[in-house]
């Protein structure tokens, strides 16, 4: 028998100072078996950086076609591709062919590097495309707070960002690579 998904739901409180967007947010986020705690995060990460009325969640990990989260209008067309992790060339120049803007939040320790010597020079073509590094120390961190019920409030200002659940706070700095 197969695994099901475990669901998770979370109120973002988010007061994004560099873009001017203040809201709440109440989502739920089907966590995979194969999933880990840190990467359901940095996707619920990725979600409040870039937070809006239209951004949603995927399907994620049980569909090879589909980002992490997406933006689509009103004809389906996909205006913004968000990917979590250390996708390979294919994937990316399929996000960059499909979509209008296309960014990656990558994390995972020291392949974070490998990964980038690796790729960095072939991305730097897709002019759709950024790439954000997220540090091992600060995603383990995050890993930390994820609950089944979640209220967390999160802050962004200048680049930093702060996520606390009440009793615990967490801050990352977000790395522009691309």
Not at 79 to 107: F, H, M, Q, S
Not at 138 to 146: H, I, P
Not at 151 to 168: A, C, F, P, R, S
Request: glycine share 6%; net charge negative; with cysteine.
């Amino acid at each position: 028998m197969a695994l099901k998904a475990t669901v998770f739901k979370a109120t973002l409180n988010i007061a994004d100072m560099d873009r001017h967007y203040y809201a709440d947010h109440h989502v739920t986020i089907a966590r995979h078996p194969s999933e880990t705690d840190e990467r359901m995060m940095v996707r619920l990460l990725a979600f409040a950086l870039n937070a809006n009325d239209v951004l949603e969640f995927t399907r994620g990990l049980s569909t090879d076609d589909e980002p992490d989260l997406w933006q689509k209008d009103l004809t389906g067309h996909i205006e913004y591709w968000i990917e979590t992790g250390l996708p390979d060339e294919d994937r990316i120049r399929k996000a960059c062919n499909r979509a209008d803007r296309v960014t990656i939040y990558g994390y995972g320790g020291r392949a974070l590097p490998v990964w980038w010597d690796k790729l960095h020079n072939r991305l730097e073509r897709h002019n759709n495309l950024s790439v954000i590094a997220l540090a091992q120390d600060d995603t383990a961190a995050l890993a930390g707070l994820a609950d089944r019920t979640m209220n967390l409030q999160v802050n962004i200002q200048d680049g930093e960002v702060t996520v606390g659940n009440g009793k615990t706070v967490v801050s990352l700095t977000p790395e522009t690579r691309l």
